[in-house]
């Protein structure tokens, strides 16, 4: 690369990567072919339209990749239909809202304190200029239970038009019969955004929505998916639904379908569909329940008891005297990566909130199994007990880089 300053900050950012240990929950590596493919000629091509329906010529190899990847999503997800052009899950969810209701219906999501996304109706999203947005809580933070009788009398009470399940900082698994139920009663659209989660479904360790009846999927493609970053729209039936979410996406809310990405998606989904990856999924979770027999054994308190997923939000604030905002920079200093997260109903503001959030799908692409996440769930709390001792956190410092040098990030699945 020519440009110097761009060449340094990439490979300044690949070095830290090589040599820390990423924990963000919703991030992880992409192999070497999304990469390619990321970076290949499709960059070029302007795609307006579906497959077999564009506005532009020379459109051969763009339809090709394009339906490549929607047969390997819906074998995937064992669904009808699949939209792969939303540019990421942010606005797969806002296509969804404006493909099944009109200004003014109400959405039932969430609360984002309990572990819900700002686009299941936090009051900063532009969404809630345009919808109604009520939300549904956590019955308790030890236990992590949806309040399932309270999401039941707020529909019975609201009528919305579509229940949204999903999360983006809630570690128990959802009950999506009884969400499915709950819609079903009110003749209300269910929609599960799986983003978090979208790769321990594909890979067997989690239920999948559509099994429950519901009518949408959200998701995005990289995560625990292990793709590039994008989304996508899934429905159950290739019908009346499926056309209204095409038309939302294009020409509803984008333009050109950004092609290289696609080409990634597809890499993506072929990389889910091998049996590897089965086991990838399940590792993820064995990870994570790992980290979180440390956490209980040194008296760290995780919302909702510890874990059913891939992540894990600690009360730091509450254990180790420490706000989330502290914690993300001490880790940072050892080369371990998190985020400082709001717990629920947490009195601390969002900026410095009282949690942090950690997950292990992007170390356990790395090859780390129990033993090591373990080591590393210790090596996080030893550096937050000590966060005023440069030696101690130096000694600590050494002890990540040995474990990344150890587990190099890999080139393929």
Same mark, same amino acid.
């Given at each position: 690369? &020519?440009?110097?300053?761009?060449?340094?900050?990439?490979?300044?950012?690949?070095?830290?990567?090589?040599?820390?240990?990423?924990?963000?929950?919703?991030?992880?590596?992409?192999? &070497?072919?999304?990469?390619?493919?990321?970076?290949?000629?499709?960059?070029?091509?302007?795609?307006?339209?579906?497959?077999?329906?564009?506005?532009?010529?020379?459109?051969?190899?763009?339809?090709?990749?394009?339906?490549?990847? +929607?047969?390997?999503?819906?074998?995937?997800?064992?669904?009808?239909?699949?939209?792969?052009?939303?540019?990421?899950?942010?606005?797969?969810?806002?296509?969804?809202?404006?493909?099944?209701?009109?200004?003014?219906?109400?959405?039932?999501?969430?609360?984002?304190?309990?572990?819900?996304?700002?686009?299941?109706? $936090?009051?900063?999203?532009?969404?809630? &200029?345009? @919808?109604?947005?009520?939300?549904?809580?956590?019955?308790?933070?030890?236990?992590?239970?949806?309040?399932?009788?309270?999401?039941?009398?707020?529909?019975?009470?609201?009528?919305?038009?579509?229940?949204?399940?999903? @999360?983006?900082?809630?570690?128990?698994?959802?009950?999506?019969?009884?969400?499915?139920? +709950?819609?079903?009663?009110?003749?209300?659209?269910? !929609?599960?955004?799986?983003?978090?989660?979208?790769?321990?479904?594909?890979?067997?360790?989690?239920?999948?929505?559509?099994?429950?009846?519901?009518?949408?999927?959200?998701?995005?493609?990289?995560?625990?998916?292990?793709?590039?970053?994008?989304?996508?729209?899934?429905?159950?039936?290739?019908?009346?639904?499926?056309?209204?979410?095409?038309?939302?996406?294009?020409?509803?809310?984008?333009?050109?379908?950004?092609?290289?990405? +696609?080409?990634?998606?597809?890499?993506?989904?072929?990389?889910?569909?091998?049996?590897?990856?089965?086991?990838?999924?399940?590792?993820?979770?064995?990870?994570?329940?790992? =980290?979180?027999?440390?956490?209980?054994?040194?008296? !760290?308190? =995780?919302?909702?008891?510890?874990?059913?997923? $891939?992540?894990?939000? /600690?009360?730091?604030?509450?254990?180790?005297?420490?706000?989330?905002?502290?914690?993300?920079?001490?880790?940072?200093?050892?080369?371990?990566? !998190?985020?400082?997260?709001?717990?629920?109903?947490?009195?601390?503001?969002?900026?410095?909130?009282?949690?942090?959030?950690?997950?292990?799908?992007?170390?356990?692409?790395?090859? @780390?199994?129990?033993?090591?996440?373990?080591?590393? /769930?210790?090596?996080?709390?030893?550096?937050?007990?000590?966060?005023?001792?440069?030696?101690?956190?130096?000694? +600590?410092?050494?002890? !990540?880089?040995?474990? /990344?040098?150890?587990?190099?990030?890999?080139?393929?699945?």
């Amino acid at each position: 690369m &020519k440009d110097k300053e761009i060449r340094e900050a990439i490979e300044s950012e690949e070095n830290r990567q090589k040599e820390g240990l990423e924990l963000i929950p919703s991030e992880n590596y992409v192999s &070497k072919d999304i990469l390619t493919a990321l970076g290949s000629a499709f960059t070029n091509k302007y795609s307006e339209g579906y497959p077999g329906n564009r506005y532009y010529g020379g459109q051969e190899f763009t339809d090709e990749v394009e339906n490549i990847a +929607i047969d390997r999503a819906k074998k995937i997800f064992n669904c009808k239909f699949a939209n792969v052009q939303p540019l990421s899950g942010a606005p797969a969810n806002i296509a969804t809202y404006f493909a099944l209701l009109e200004p003014g219906d109400t959405i039932l999501g969430m609360d984002l304190s309990h572990g819900g996304h700002l686009t299941h109706g $936090h009051p900063v999203t532009s969404a809630t &200029k345009i @919808f109604r947005f009520v939300r549904y809580h956590m019955k308790d933070i030890e236990t992590g239970e949806i309040d399932y009788d309270e999401l039941e009398k707020i529909a019975d009470k609201e009528k919305p038009k579509m229940i949204l399940a999903g @999360f983006s900082a809630y570690s128990r698994e959802l009950d999506y019969k009884r969400f499915a139920s +709950i819609g079903k009663k009110i003749r209300a659209y269910t !929609v599960a955004d799986i983003a978090h989660v979208a790769g321990l479904i594909a890979g067997g360790v989690s239920e999948n929505p559509f099994d429950s009846g519901f009518d949408v999927i959200t998701s995005t493609t990289h995560k625990t998916l292990r793709g590039p970053r994008g989304g996508m729209i899934l429905t159950r039936e290739n019908g009346e639904i499926s056309k209204k979410i095409d038309k939302s996406v294009f020409p509803g809310l984008q333009g050109g379908p950004h092609m290289n990405n +696609i080409a990634a998606k597809a890499v993506c989904f072929g990389e889910a569909l091998k049996p590897s990856f089965k086991e990838y999924a399940g590792q993820i979770l064995k990870n994570a329940k790992a =980290m979180e027999e440390v956490l209980r054994k040194r008296n !760290v308190k =995780m919302i909702g008891g510890g874990t059913s997923n $891939h992540l894990i939000l /600690a009360d730091v604030h509450g254990s180790l005297g420490v706000t989330g905002g502290e914690a993300e920079k001490v880790l940072d200093e050892i080369g371990i990566t !998190v985020n400082k997260n709001v717990i629920a109903d947490d009195k601390l503001p969002p900026k410095d909130p009282s949690g942090i959030r950690f997950g292990t799908p992007a170390m356990t692409t790395r090859g @780390f199994k129990e033993n090591e996440s373990k080591e590393v /769930a210790e090596l996080m709390i030893d550096a937050l007990e000590n966060r005023n001792d440069a030696k101690k956190k130096e000694e +600590i410092r050494e002890k !990540v880089r040995n474990l /990344a040098e150890e587990f190099p990030i890999p080139e393929s699945f």
